[in-house]
């Protein structure tokens, strides 16, 4: 058999495609849809009101949230959390800064995200207050 340089270049990349491929498709087939009735904020993207699918990917520990109907998604790396919520297998958590709802939090049985919105409420109190003048 010989080997040449595209088979040494090429097999590990599609390797790659492939496993990335697969935990996609698993991610995406065990989400749970969830409505978000307002427009809310998430590492400075602006994301509609509407449907979002959550998924996680315990292998990795990452929960996944994308707009079902928008361009939007965005992957969170999780942890152990709180106990489950009764009757709910997806928490969204939101805190509101001057009419603008911000995604706190996300918390898919036992695992949760870390406080997602640290940067926006800590930037919104150092900010000078202005004097009306």
Do not use: W
Request: charged share 20%; hydrophobic share 40%.
């Amino acid at each position: 058999m010989r080997l040449s340089l595209r088979n040494i270049v090429l097999t590990p990349a599609v390797l790659a495609v492939v496993a990335l491929a697969t935990q996609s498709a698993h991610a995406a087939a065990s989400a749970t849809s969830v409505n978000v009735p307002f427009s809310f904020k998430v590492d400075d993207k602006i994301c509609p009101a509407g449907e979002y699918l959550v998924g996680t990917d315990m292998a990795s520990r990452f929960i996944t949230l994308q707009g079902k109907n928008s361009g939007v998604s965005f992957n969170f790396l999780s942890g152990p959390g709180d106990d489950e919520q009764p009757g709910k297998a997806v928490l969204l958590k939101f805190d509101t800064i001057n009419d603008l709802h911000v995604l706190h939090s996300v918390q898919v049985k036992k695992s949760v995200t870390r406080e997602l919105d640290k940067k926006l409420i800590a930037e919104r109190i150092s900010a000078p207050h202005s004097s009306g003048r």
